[in-house]
């Protein structure tokens, strides 16, 4: 087997071919780890259509916000809460029969005359959004706190190599050595990693799978 020495004034003592050799490998099996780590983790699991309800779909569709709105136009439909000028909502009627804990939640926030923009910030909506949260989490349609941390586990180290290289890459420039090579290789490793950081949705592909068929059972519901 061939033995690669370093030269005189190779920097850190390793020659330029074998350091991006080497970071070639270790972004390679960073990659390959990021790939199955978010397999395991955001796989969950599939729960039937008719077993959601429309907040628990808006949530898995668009968030806090979304249940909420989805909330607002239940409770209006009936019109158990109205909108007043400047959309300073108000509790019109009466709460409607098997009204979820967040429509109870958005009807007390309208009864205390809050903003349509600013309901999703009182603080019992903000309890029941944390309960539907949790409900989706347990049924496994929706990611958990300490998922979406593990999640980025691996990405922080792929930043952590890029770093690494980039660190390589400067000092090899100063000492009047070809980076071109590494430098390609430490983007493409940081845009990987960022890539993987902002890609974590709150959805897990069976919560996806689940909208999914929401969305193929009720086309007649489409604005299209």
């Known amino acids: 087997m061939e033995t690669v020495l370093a030269a005189a004034g190779d920097t850190w003592g390793i020659p330029g071919s074998t350091f991006a050799a080497s970071f070639a490998g270790a972004a390679a099996v960073l990659l390959i780890a990021a790939l199955i780590h978010r397999i395991v983790l955001f796989s969950g699991r599939h729960t039937p259509v008719d077993r959601l309800g ?30 007043l000028p400047g959309r300073t909502l108000v509790a019109s009627g009466p709460m409607p029969p098997n009204v979820t804990p967040l429509d109870q939640a958005v009807y007390h926030a309208a009864s205390q005359h809050v903003r349509a923009r600013d309901v999703v910030n009182d603080q019992w909506v903000r309890t029941a959004l944390a309960e539907l949260r949790d409900d989706l989490e347990r049924r496994g349609l929706a990611r958990d706190r300490h998922t979406r941390k593990a999640a980025r586990a691996v990405p922080f180290l792929m930043l952590a190599l890029a770093g690494l290289g980039g660190v390589r890459m400067i000092a090899g420039a100063a000492n009047g050595k070809p980076v071109g090579i590494l430098a390609a290789l430490v983007i493409v490793m ?35």
């Open 54 to 83: 429309p907040q628990q779909a808006a949530y898995l569709n668009g968030g806090d916000k979304l249940a909420v709105y989805s909330s607002l136009a239940g409770l209006r439909a009936t019109n158990a809460i109205a909108a």
């Open 190 to 224: 940081a845009f990987l990693a960022l890539f993987f950081i902002g890609s974590i949705r709150p959805v897990t592909r069976a919560g996806g799978r689940t909208l999914g068929e929401m969305r193929r059972q009720h086309a007649y519901l489409s604005p299209r």
